[in-house]
């Protein structure tokens, strides 16, 4: 080893290192233009000029070719050496002054502008791509040649180059952009390799990460395309890799798993329009699918959420959707069904562009059947239309270029028959789903039976088992769904596999053990303070090693150190060394951000013997290097002040108590419906006490009075089987004719009172207490002429083999009887099918009966698409009308009459018909009181609220409160099934726990400065507080009292309070008052 | 450098939002100017003004308090 000094810094190196290898060691920046790890040193460029001084000779030397030697002085930042460096700097300028690379090095170097004019190249000559070219990828296809002002960089008698493999490392390393064209070495233009995540909208380099949050986080490498793969050359990325973790032997690996379940959740992929010529999806630029316009829209894109046409970049100001496309049609190439998603997906794309765009962004939307059936989806198709959105029910016939300019002209027909054209900046094709061609061969190959459509088919009572037992599916597997669906059929598979494997449950798991922690009690804070490289995320920027310094002196700091990687096991190790060795009692990491990692330094805490909340980071990365990568110094002295802030909140950290709960096992289900039932089952199967809750005298809800679900699969056969298990189940218990009528505690620990008056102890609540059909008392003469029904009422008609069914000559359906309306602004998502599935019968009963549908759009979503189209050819009428111009029912000669608008025709007709069937809209039973119980907020139409749309699609924001069914909002059985599976498994992460682990970071009272004044019982927003009273001294005190499983420690109390009589520990006001301290330097 | 006014802000972030906006904004490599230093709380609520008053006396140019 060699020792010299840098700055008048010691340092300890290899034989053979580089001043400016040394130099970095010790995180002092030398500026660099021809250097490259992994190159040979050049010394082409000079600016890494530095003063060196042997014995007694003193010179100015390239620190990127000078070896180091025993007793070296280096010195980086004499005047002599800027005045140098700033001179070369010049001369470089002078000779390519329009490269911003160089003209930024030189303003840091404080060479404002070249001395000398007239340079007009952009290439140093430095040689890094030429030795790049020969040395690392072993090709040499580049050179120098010529002398004195005809030196350049060229390929062997300036002819294209044979050997050239266009792989770019040329181009990479070159420091001011010279090498911009591939072609003009090779004669080959290089095909890009296009980013799949973005849709083949930008391009990626060959070693990626699929998109920011992909999992595993991990790079990889393409091996289809990487040299060092394919010939051996190149391994730069192996030799520039800090951590030293790219291994090129790694291969495929095939494991054998033994399992009791499978689920297959194998999505989908999008249709591609590319072969449907009429929309010229390929052909002209301007034309997008969804996806890639999704793509355009996200702040994370190929564009940064900027839109852009693909021909000239230009932001579109008129902007064509065209719903349906490759869906809904018989056509070669295209699919039947409906996909459910994409109708939302056009109306959301055009809100954001707008948002994007700005407000006089002209959209227009091509659709057929607006489908929005979901909860809260019908709003947002309001809302657009109130934003100007152009919703234009027709066909579009063809997408065509006008002109040359990249505009479209879209040609389509009205519903009234009218051929239109417009011209649009851009065309947003509003593609559907299919399964692709592999996921059908794996559903073969497990002999699970698909659906024409090849989605797997499965009984609606059990939407996630597939007709093959032990594999269950879920996702756009099962039929085409959005997110938030999906969300909760992945949780439902869940509950439906893992029901068998019950026993097993917790078998295979592993108990972290961590040692005794130690008593502080009397120890002076003893703090280490670790600061992290991150490579060169960190290091590369700020100065470590003077943060290193500079945090030993920090008031109580016992040890500090750097890592290349703090997170890195081996660091981890080390730590846990450190922290015995030199007794640390308070940890302090400068790295990346407590969000991401304060968990994993924790662990190592606990691992040392030490409480958890002794820990505390600097978030030198993310807050500091990361958006300060221009300013090094003040980024390092920024990175100072960080650690000096950590420090001072952590002298004053102290051990807090791991609060934990005990779980009851036993779950209360409310409503004894399909929901209900099946939701009690999946959890009786677990093995959990069950108490079911009906307020009628039996069970089975809505489903009593049902025919067929939507597949024609007959109800009653189900409903009894399911009747059968929940009855004799000896886990479950069923309270009929009771209610809720009072609740305490929180999760984990309920007890509720039912009016019958028990009281029951239990860990969760799922609620699926179901809905009721909305009767429109005097509308279209319901009630007033006994030919007038609801739709239930021809369920159970059809059901009992109603005779008067067959003498029928006409019938007739409303569709939308109380929904879609500014009062009931929601859509049913059951009736439309519905309605269909029962005009399908009345056909089958009497082919001759003339059966018509009133309908506003036909919602006919997913695969139930078929039926629609099935009914058409039976020769059902659809007939459209418009909310303003409804039906008229009266009745004439003992029949009735329904005058309606066609909008076809554009005129009235009069249907006579002898029996009317009103599809109304489903509405809540009257949820306030078990809302107000279980503290869960309502929406505006009175159904349950659940935490989030789309990733807690079954949870209630208050913890351990599940919700299923029609309660939640009006849907098919299938779905509601699918929820209750999706409660069942949701719950059992709980159920299946012994005791629940709280955070400690919570308010805490402090009885003798609280007078119980409880400004804090109103200023918290968890209702975690509550106002005590106790006898002292005896008078009565009063005082609060904190819910530690409600309190999410937000410390709106703390602020609240006028006399300190509440804080947040971990958090508490002289925590913070010396963070501020330390931030302004008075500590 | 040393004659450029540098103001010194003292930044409450919540933990849910703001500081993990901090943090997205390095993810993004957003540059901003060195002068803040940001201070995670449990939620903007937690701040009491007693805290800000004290930053603002003993010499902070300016508080943030952000969620």
């Keep these: 080893m060699i020792n010299l000094t840098i700055n008048d810094r010691p340092v300890e190196v290899p034989e053979g290192t580089t001043v400016l290898a040394a130099a970095r060691k010790l995180g002092i920046n030398i500026p660099t233009l021809c250097h490259y790890d992994g190159v040979k040193p050049y010394g082409g460029c000079r600016v890494c000029l530095v003063e060196v001084t042997q014995g007694s000779r003193v010179q100015l030397t390239a620190s990127c070719t000078y070896p180091v030697a025993e007793g070296l002085v280096v010195r980086t930042d004499t005047d002599e050496v800027l005045e140098a460096r700033g001179f070369v700097m010049d001369l470089l300028l002078s000779r390519c002054p329009e490269v911003p690379a160089l003209q930024e090095m030189a303003r840091q170097m404080g060479v404002e502008a070249p001395s000398f004019p007239g340079g007009a190249s952009d290439c140093i000559l430095c040689g890094k791509c030429v030795r790049m070219c020969h040395e690392v990828q072993h090709v040499g296809a580049i050179g120098i040649t010529g002398r004195g002002g005809r030196r350049q960089i060229t390929t062997p008698f300036g002819e294209f180059s044979q050997v050239c493999r266009t792989c770019g490392a040329c181009a990479f390393v070159c420091p001011t952009g010279h090498i911009q064209d591939l072609g003009v070495i090779s004669g080959k233009r290089p095909i890009p390799r296009l980013s799949e995540f973005n849709a083949g909208l930008s391009t990626q380099g060959n070693i990626y990460k699929t998109y920011p949050q992909a999992v595993p986080k991990e790079p990889a490498i393409d091996r289809a395309n990487c040299i060092q793969l394919l010939t051996g050359d190149c391994g730069l990325c192996a030799q520039t890799c800090p951590a030293d973790a790219i291994d090129y032997s790694q291969q495929e690996e095939k494991l054998t798993l033994g399992v009791g379940s499978v689920i297959l959740a194998p999505g989908f992929k999008v249709f591609d329009p590319s072969h449907l010529t009429a929309y010229g999806y390929g052909r002209y630029p301007n034309v997008f699918t969804s996806l890639e316009f999704e793509r355009l829209l996200s702040p994370g894109g190929p564009t940064h959420g900027h839109v852009q046409r693909r021909s000239d970049g230009a932001e579109p100001k008129k902007i064509g959707w065209i719903h349906c496309v490759g869906m809904r049609s018989h056509k070669e190439g295209e699919h039947p069904y409906c996909s459910n998603f994409c109708c939302m997906v056009a109306l959301k794309q055009a809100i954001i562009a707008r948002e994007h765009i700005g407000p006089d962004l002209d959209m227009a939307l091509f659709f057929m059947d607006m489908r929005t059936p979901r909860k809260d989806f019908e709003k947002y198709c309001v809302k657009i239309k109130d934003q100007g959105a152009r919703l234009i029910r027709s066909r579009v016939h063809s997408v065509m270029p006008a002109g040359h300019d990249g505009d479209l002209e879209v040609r389509y027909v009205t519903e009234g028959g009218e051929v239109k054209d417009e011209i649009f900046d851009a065309v947003v094709l509003s593609v559907g789903m299919v399964i692709p061609p592999d996921v059908v061969a794996l559903a073969q190959q497990l002999e699970v039976p698909l659906s024409p459509n090849n989605f797997v088919e499965a009984s609606c009572f059990e939407p996630t088992s597939t007709f093959q037992d032990g594999i269950f599916s879920c996702g756009a597997f099962n039929g085409p769904k959005d997110i938030p669906q999906s969300v909760m059929e992945g949780s439902a598979a869940a509950a439906a596999a893992s029901r068998a494997l019950a026993e097993a449950r917790g078998t295979l798991l592993k108990a972290k053990v961590f040692p005794p922690e130690q008593d502080l009690t009397g120890q002076p804070p003893r703090v280490g303070v670790f600061v992290c490289n991150c490579g060169l995320n960190i290091g590369g920027v700020a100065d470590v090693p003077a943060i290193v310094e500079y945090a030993r002196d920090v008031p109580d700091v016992t040890y500090a150190q750097a890592n290349l990687f703090t997170c890195s096991q081996d660091a981890q190790a080390q730590m846990m060394e450190m922290i015995k060795e030199h007794d640390l009692n308070r940890v302090v990491v400068a790295a990346c951000s407590p969000s991401t990692h304060a968990p994993i330094f924790q662990d190592m805490l606990r691992s040392a013997g030490l409480n958890k909340y002794l820990f505390e980071m600097a978030n030198i990365r993310n807050q500091c290097t990361w958006v300060h990568q221009q300013e090094p110094i003040l980024a390092t002295e920024k990175c100072k002040d960080l650690v000096n802030m950590a420090v001072a909140k952590a002298r004053l950290l102290t051990p807090l108590e791991y609060l934990t709960v005990d779980v009851n096992h036993k779950a209360l289900v409310i409503g004894g419906g399909v929901a209900g039932m099946t939701a009690a089952l999946g959890l009786a199967d677990q093995g959990y006490e069950v108490h079911l809750v009906e307020r009628k005298d039996r069970l089975g809800g809505n489903a009593l009075k049902l025919h067929t679900t939507w597949r024609g699969g007959l109800v009653k056969p189900r409903l009894d089987a399911l009747l059968r298990k929940v009855l004799h189940h000896e886990k479950i218990h069923i309270h009929y004719n009771a209610i809720v009528e009072g609740v305490t505690g929180v999760v984990g620990n309920f007890t509720t009172t039912l009016s019958s008056g028990e009281a029951i102890d239990h860990g969760i609540v799922i609620i699926a207490i179901g809905a009721e059909p909305y009767r429109p008392e005097g509308e279209f003469l319901y009630k007033q002429n006994p030919n007038v029904i609801l739709a239930l009422d021809l369920d159970r008609m059809i059901l009992e083999k109603n005779e008067r069914l067959k003498t029928i000559q006409a019938a007739a359906f409303i569709q939308c009887v109380g929904s879609r309306s500014p009062e009931r602004p929601y859509c049913n998502k059951v009736c439309c099918a519905h309605s269909v599935e029962n005009a399908i019968k009345l056909k089958v009963m009497n082919p001759e009966m003339e059966v018509f549908i009133l309908y506003r759009d036909m919602r006919t979503y997913g695969e139930r698409e078929t039926l629609y189209e099935k009914a058409r050819e039976m020769g059902v009428v659809f007939i459209r009308y418009r909310r303003l111009q409804p039906p008229l029912v009266e009745e004439e000669g003992g029949r009735l009459k329904i005058t309606v608008t066609d909008q076809i025709l554009g005129r009235p007709v009069s249907l006579h018909v002898d029996l009317l069937t009103l599809a109304t809209t489903i509405i809540p039973h009257q949820n306030a009181p078990l809302a107000e119980l279980y503290k869960i907020p309502l929406n505006a139409e009175g159904f349950f609220t659940e935490a989030h749309a789309k990733i807690k699609p079954v949870e209630a924001s208050t913890e351990g409160i599940f919700m299923a069914g029609l309660c939640h909002y009006p849907k098919p059985l299938q779905e509601s099934a699918a929820e209750a599976l999706a409660c069942a498994s949701r719950a059992n992460t709980i159920l299946s726990r012994d005791f629940l682990q709280l955070e400690s970071i919570i308010s805490n009272p402090v009885d003798e400065n609280c007078d119980g004044c409880a400004f804090c019982v109103d200023a918290c927003p968890f209702a975690a507080i509550t106002l005590i009273e106790y006898m002292k001294d005896g008078q009565v005190k009063k005082t609060v009292e904190v819910n530690p499983i409600q309190c999410k420690g937000c410390g709106s109390c703390m602020a609240t309070c006028p006399k300190q009589g509440i804080y947040v520990a971990g958090f508490t006001p002289e925590q913070l008052g010396a963070q501020v301290e330390a931030a302004l330097g008075l500590i | ?67």
Aim: proline fraction near 6%.
């Design chain 2, 1 to 67: 450098m040393e004659d450029q006014y540098e103001p010194r802000i003292i930044a409450f972030c919540c933990n849910w939002c703001s500081y993990a906006g901090a943090d997205l904004a390095g993810v993004s490599r957003l540059q901003y100017p060195p002068s803040a230093r940001i201070i995670r709380v449990m939620c903007s609520g937690m701040v009491h003004p007693n805290l800000v008053i004290d930053a603002l006396t003993k010499g902070a140019d300016g508080v943030l308090v952000c969620g």
